[in-house]
């Protein structure tokens, strides 16, 4: 079955470190992108990518870094520099980033301070 | 003003129930607009998606869109206890640009009492 599958589910981080989600997506869709989800918030783009080794900083992409090396994978790395990382991440692809073509997302990464 | 405003509830219902979700935005460019509902702990999953205004029905689920009062609505007949989940409002304009991000509402959070 194609979809989005992101890992580890559950994730802590020391302080001081940097720690690396992974998101592969199956669907050969061209664009990727990853939010911050913070409860009684809406989802908050941190990073997308249109076409393989190009991406763009959404609206709150400092403290984070991504690459866009191959087609299917779209890894986020959340750096000691984002000082209040605990939340829910969630990568997301599309077909394209036109508007007429929705996002589909994976099952989130829970990310704690330890 | 938020983007988009969604009444975080909780919403509680019996089974059976007529289920009314609601979301208001401020920006009069939105044209395209999705559900999205979310189990806990997992990923965003798109239950409708239209376009400009007027209605779509799937199902038990039916959309609703009223531009002229910006306003999208969700309806869930004879729910079920299986639609226990935070329902996620999301919309996006099409712009000048190659990409115009999606704006999320916060949610609504759903229990379906059997």
């Known amino acids: 079955d194609g979809g989005i599958t992101q890992s580890p589910k559950y994730l802590f981080r020391k302080e001081g470190q940097n720690v690396t989600l992974s998101c592969e997506q199956n669907l050969n869709h061209d664009a990727m992108y990853w939010y911050r989800q913070d409860p009684g918030q809406g989802l908050r783009l941190i990073y997308y990518s249109q076409i393989v080794n190009d991406f763009q900083k959404g609206d709150i992409a400092e403290g984070y870094s991504v690459s866009r090396e191959k087609k299917e994978s779209f890894p986020l790395t959340v750096t000691s520099a984002q000082k209040n990382p605990t939340a829910f991440y969630l990568c997301a692809s599309s077909l394209g980033t036109v508007p007429n073509q929705p996002q589909h997302f994976g099952d989130g990464t829970r990310l704690s301070i330890l | 003003q938020k983007e988009v405003e969604q009444d975080p509830g909780p919403l509680s219902v019996p089974e059976g129930a007529i289920v009314s979700l609601n979301c208001t935005y401020s920006n009069s460019a939105f044209q395209y607009f999705m559900w999205y509902r979310q189990y806990s702990r997992k990923g965003p999953e798109l239950l409708m998606y239209?376009?400009?205004?007027g209605n779509k029905e799937d199902g038990r689920f039916t959309a609703q869109v009223d531009k002229s009062s910006k306003y999208i609505s969700l309806f869930i007949r004879d729910s079920q206890p299986s639609d226990s989940a935070t329902y996620l409002c999301?919309?996006?304009?099409?712009?000048?640009?190659?990409?115009?991000?999606?704006?999320f509402g916060p949610g609504t959070s759903l229990s379906v009492i059997p």
């Open positions: 999301a919309m996006s304009a099409v712009g000048k640009t190659s990409y115009d991000k999606v704006i």
């Open positions: 239209t376009y400009s205004s």
